[in-house]
């Protein structure tokens, strides 16, 4: 894959902190306390390159994904974790300097984020934390207009049917749904913010 697209130097626009339980028993060098990594934005070209990876990764392992459609299921669970890990390879670094990939996998990112290093709760942590990151900070997305808002209701009785096609998918859109919930609970009424807080989350991946 490509070197890590330029950007400005600096500190990172966001921070994951990265308990001891996310790293795989089997990596040698694993964390054994709570670390700080930094995450900085990807650009298009990249992303494109860990979309193109993730699918070379899946196909390599499920190469009749195309015949069945349990074959194709586990294509796209294949998929998505490895999309995952291989954003948190050229999406991480060092907290201090964007610039500097995270000393844990500085030598070979994509090798050691993507094989080694993390459970896949531990990839999922990090990978919303850059997400919420992403979300929040980028410009370039459009904020939800109050007619877009309108149509949440109605949109999310569709999460019960995307459960049944794309698990993963579904999952990730309860998470960043959650995370809106509860900034906008921060800034409720106390009552309201409570009952949230209290709410058990239903994230089982």
Known sequence: MSNFSEVQGGLPPGFVNVPPEAWDSKWEDRPLEEVCIGLRFLPD????????EAFRRAEKFFPRFR???????????SFNGALIRFVIARGTCNPNNVLETWEGWADAA??????QALTDHGAQLIFDKWEEMRIGADIGIRAATDEDLKLL??????LPVLNKLDRSREQRLRRLLRYVI?????VAPEEASTRVDAEPSTDTE
């Open 45 to 52: 070209p990249d992303l494109e390159d860990a979309r193109i």
């Open 182 to 186: 509860l900034d906008l609970a921060s």
């Open 110 to 115: 994509e090798d050691i984020a993507v094989e």
């Open 67 to 77: 015949e069945t459609e349990e074959e194709r299921a586990l294509f796209i669970a």
């Open 153 to 158: 209701p109605d949109l999310l009785r569709f």
